[in-house]
């Protein structure tokens, strides 16, 4: 069975309305043949921002500031703790850079008050299997000097399923 020209024409411009209609509907619609409907993909808002991976040798830990784009679609503070849990890129492994941060570690909550200071809860595995005050120092240093990228906050409260005391002090 052969299509006509005019056929092919008319599925494409039928498509192309199916597909403007669901977006102006407010649908979310995976685009499969995105250059056949003659949409253009629109992607999230993303802001700027820093993270700190660290270089490490057997005598000390040197941070290294490194930059990420992160979601604008969440408070800031938020959207750098969760960019800094993925760890680093392939590249940035190539460079020797590494996070201290262990794999388990789960971000909760993140809050930055009036006076500039930000409280960031992570589920237990921040301080599951770690050890050694030189790598509790640069989890640590991590996360505080990432949080202290963001304009406004001037120091740093973690926090461990709600509890400060004693979280990574080495």
């Given at each position: 069975m052969s299509t006509s020209p005019g056929h092919r024409v008319r599925h494409h411009s039928y498509r192309r309305f199916m597909?403007?209609?669901?977006?102006a509907a407010g649908c979310v619609v995976m685009?499969?043949?995105?250059?056949a409907t003659g949409c253009r993909v629109v992607s999230l808002p993303q802001v700027d921002a820093?993270?700190?991976l660290v270089r490490t040798s057997s005598q000390e830990i040197e941070l290294v500031a490194v930059p990420r784009s992160v979601s604008a679609e969440m408070p800031l503070a938020e959207a750098v703790l969760r960019e800094l849990l993925k760890g680093p890129t392939a590249a940035e492994r190539r460079?020797?850079?590494t996070s201290l941060i262990p794999e388990k570690a789960a971000?909760?909550?993140?809050s930055v008050g009036e006076s500039g200071v930000a409280w960031a809860d992570f589920g237990e595995g921040l301080e599951e299997g770690i050890g050694g005050s030189m790598r509790v120092l640069g989890i640590r240093q991590q996360i505080e000097a990432t949080l202290m990228t963001i304009p406004g906050i001037k120091s740093v409260i973690l926090s461990v399923e709600g509890e400060t005391?004693?979280?990574l002090q080495p």
């Open positions: 597909v403007r209609k669901l977006l685009l499969v043949a995105v250059a820093k993270v700190f460079q020797g850079l971000f909760r909550s993140v005391e004693g979280v």
